[in-house]
């Protein structure tokens, strides 16, 4: 009598990047079609599914205020997937390990004797601002930049961001727009309200908007232009090298004289 084999169980952690799934990497993709399961996020693009048509797929992802699923109940989920079908693809937004609880479930899911597997994704940390021509970092401007969450755990403002606007590094900010009035007065107590400050929302899609202002004016910004979240804030002088398109559509003048003073040489980027 035949008997049938069945799969080893095995978990790939995948970071579906930043939204536009032409950001995908190739080894993302060869991961998601040979899965027999996929346990997604409220991913940016839902078209990235499209490449695994024969994949089980469910849904645990979380929005802001909505958690489909608790994370005990996610880990669980995929350690029991994993087990009675085989290959689970664990897909999340951006990059697994920034912000995205991915060593968290690694840890659980290897305490069960499952292997694993991370493959990084572009992180909308970088790639949001680079996509309306923001560098984080660039020479005589910015030499380093710190990545924060606006809001821990527990629903408050990060303290890092105190620490970190006190430095000259870019501060991007994650899940932090509903906390823009509490950044800025961080940002005005320390006497920086002509500081540069970017908003990008849906970053990487077809529907994103982004807007461009200076720390004293960017809350009235957002009021104006309906700006809500998902959102990436981006504070520093880097956002004086936004795109020329970008510089060109303010309704108002962003402080450049920096640009000439501390850029000799170096023309604005295109």
């Known amino acids: 009598m035949k ?6 169980p095995k978990v790939t952690l995948v970071g579906a990047g930043p939204g536009d799934p032409e950001l995908l990497t190739l080894k993302a993709v060869k991961a998601i079609r040979s899965a027999d399961v996929i346990l997604y996020d409220a991913l940016s693009n839902d078209t990235i599914l499209d490449y695994a048509p024969l994949a089980e797929k469910i849904f645990v992802g979380k929005r802001k205020g909505t958690h489909y699923l608790s994370q005990e109940q996610i880990n669980e989920l995929i350690v029991s997937k994993a087990f009675k079908s085989g290959h689970v693809v664990r897909l999340k937004g951006g990059d697994p390990f920034v912000f995205g609880r991915g060593k968290e479930e690694q840890q659980y899911i290897e305490s069960f004797g499952i292997e694993t597997e991370v493959i990084p994704g572009i992180s909308s940390s970088i790639a949001v601002p680079a996509s309306i021509g923001i560098p984080v970092t660039s020479r005589g401007v910015s030499e380093s930049f710190w990545v924060i969450t606006g809001t821990t755990s527990a629903g408050e403002l990060s303290n890092d961001i105190a620490l970190a606007a006190q430095s000259t590094a870019t501060v991007v900010i994650l899940m932090g727009l509903g906390k823009i009035a509490e950044i800025t007065k961080i940002y005005r107590d320390l006497g920086r309200e002509e500081l540069a400050i970017a908003v990008i929302q849906n970053g990487t899609l077809e529907t994103q908007q982004e807007i461009v202002g200076t720390i004293s004016n960017i809350e009235e910004l957002i009021r104006k ?32 004289e920096f640009i000439f003073q501390n850029l000799n040489t170096i023309p604005f980027v295109n």
């Open 225 to 256: 232009n309906g700006i809500g979240a998902p959102a990436i804030l981006v504070i520093g002088d880097v956002v004086h090298l936004a795109s020329k398109k970008i510089r060109e559509g303010l309704d108002f003048n962003l402080e450049d």
């Open 3 to 8: 008997t049938l084999k069945t799969k080893s």
